[in-house]
């Protein structure tokens, strides 16, 4: 296979994941932008394979690339097909941190064999700018396996090891420890460029596993959504920094893109969430929510009702705005939801849905969700486009969501003050579905609970949806 080929091939696979990117930043078309994706991956597999087979001389190179092929498609497949709406977001952190661990695999065996990759002569030296990239691929990519392990720990919520739970793990002089490993790994980098010992990279990469796990420990559960995207565009960059290395061009390209869009998502969701982005890179913050999160909350009355009460509420309302959480993913009740959005508009209701940029436990969580049942796109409202109607909306139904929803966010001193919230306070009657009074992420009481005018319905999600679709006239 002739290297213009190559080329040629891994170009038009670059165009697919720009198109692909592309068609992902809206639901409506999301479905061509992952045709575009995958088509893209398919064909920059088979030329790599290709390639790798060529380089590697017949068929014992093309029979290790079909299995690695076909252990990790296989391994994915298993994966996709079994993991629940509510574990996404530890299957997105895990496979992160695969891209990660691959990246040191690659930097580690092109520093003992560089002549495999076409590096250098066999024999040879590996020239210094070479060394540098596989040093800082290797960096990143460590920063990414262990970062994302503690994510997985985190977001699972089911490990008793304390760094796995989502109470920030903060210490004194966290941040001079941080500054101080990456100075070193900045040293060790850099001091690789003329160095052919193998202490260097083993330094970096030790460096960037202990640094990973710095990072993402003081950050608690309320944060999780913005690490994710974080992660996301940290294994691209440690794809890009072995991409150059090894002069590959696709790799250069698919993970400049992932880097580039994953920074950007991290920037739009720490606005949303009124975080430093800053802060948010060097692992800085998390520490007010914790401290919140370790009172104790003072006992108060609210108003409680049943299914039936919920039901003669919304039977009389003429417009309705449903605000999706975390709570509806755990129960999955997705497809309860839109059958009684669907027996409302029926009824001659205004039904629409409102989400907040970082409900659940990954960017796009709630988004996900209601394709998954199958949602019409034109009844999903962005925060920014539907807030400024909550004042003019007859029910607000708020099924698992707290924090996205907490007037605390305007109240100066508060855990998440300055945060973007959807405003479901201003609505003339507020509905809540929770399993009970526990707090948030952020681990605050949220004073919409306790409105004359809002009615608490205590219960399973799906259940308590299915209840109010049954006794809807």
Not at 45 to 62: D, F, N, S, W
Not at 161 to 183: I, Y
Not at 379 to 394: K, L, R
């Amino acid at each position: 296979m002739s290297m213009n080929l190559v080329t040629l091939l891994y170009l038009v696979a670059s165009v697919c994941f720009i198109q692909a990117l592309k068609g992902l930043s809206h639901p409506t078309t999301s479905i061509r932008g992952n045709f575009f994706g995958m088509t893209g991956m398919l064909i920059a597999v088979l030329t790599t394979a290709a390639l790798i087979v060529e380089l590697a001389g017949g068929a014992l190179g093309l029979g290790w690339v079909l299995l690695g092929l076909l252990v990790g498609g296989t391994a994915g497949s298993i994966m996709a097909k079994r993991v629940e709406m509510t574990k996404m977001p530890e299957l997105v952190a895990f496979m992160h941190s695969m891209i990660g661990l691959a990246a040191v695999f690659i930097a580690v065996a092109a520093v003992a064999e560089p002549w495999a990759f076409q590096i250098t002569e066999k024999g040879g030296l590996i020239p210094g700018g070479n060394r540098v990239e596989l040093a800082l691929g290797a960096f990143i990519g460590a920063i990414t396996f262990t970062g994302s392990i503690i994510a997985f720990g985190k977001l699972s919520g089911k490990y008793k090891f304390r760094l796995f739970q989502g109470r920030p793990v903060v210490f004194a002089g966290q941040h001079w420890l941080n500054l101080a490993l990456g100075l070193l790994a900045a040293f060790f980098v850099f001091g690789f460029w003329h160095s052919q010992s193998w202490i260097d990279i083993v330094l970096v990469i030790a460096i960037g596993f202990a640094l990973g796990v710095l990072l993402i420990i003081p950050i608690g559960g309320a944060d999780m959504p913005v690490v994710v995207s974080m992660l996301n565009s940290y294994s691209g960059w440690a794809a890009a920094g072995i991409g150059f290395s090894l002069n590959n061009s696709m790799l250069i390209i698919a993970g400049s893109l992932v880097g580039s869009s994953g920074a950007i998502l991290s920037y739009i969701m720490c606005k949303a969430m009124n975080r430093s982005f800053f802060n948010v890179i060097l692992g800085g913050f998390g520490g007010d929510a914790a401290a919140a999160a370790g009172g104790t909350q003072e006992q108060r009355s609210v108003k409680s009702g049943s299914a039936d009460d919920a039901a003669f509420v919304l039977g009389n309302a003429e417009s309705v705005v449903i605000v999706p959480g975390y709570g509806l993913a755990v129960a999955r009740a997705q497809h309860a939801v839109k059958e009684l959005a669907a027996k409302l508009t029926e009824n001659g209701i205004d039904v629409k849905y409102a989400i907040h940029p970082v409900a659940g436990r990954m960017p796009g969580h709630m988004n996900v969700l209601l394709a998954e049942a199958e949602v019409p796109y034109d009844q999903v409202f962005e925060m920014e486009d539907i807030n400024g109607e909550f004042g003019q909306v007859d029910v607000a139904i708020i099924l698992g969501a707290n924090d996205v929803v907490n007037p605390a966010a305007h109240v100066k001193g508060s855990a998440i003050y300055g945060m973007p919230i959807l405003e479901a306070y201003k609505a003339k009657t507020i509905i809540v579905n929770k399993r009970s009074m526990a707090a948030g992420y952020a681990g605050l009481d949220n004073e919409l609970f306790y409105m004359d005018k809002t009615m608490m319905v205590f219960g399973d999600a799906k259940k308590v949806v299915e209840d109010i679709t049954k006794a809807v006239e």
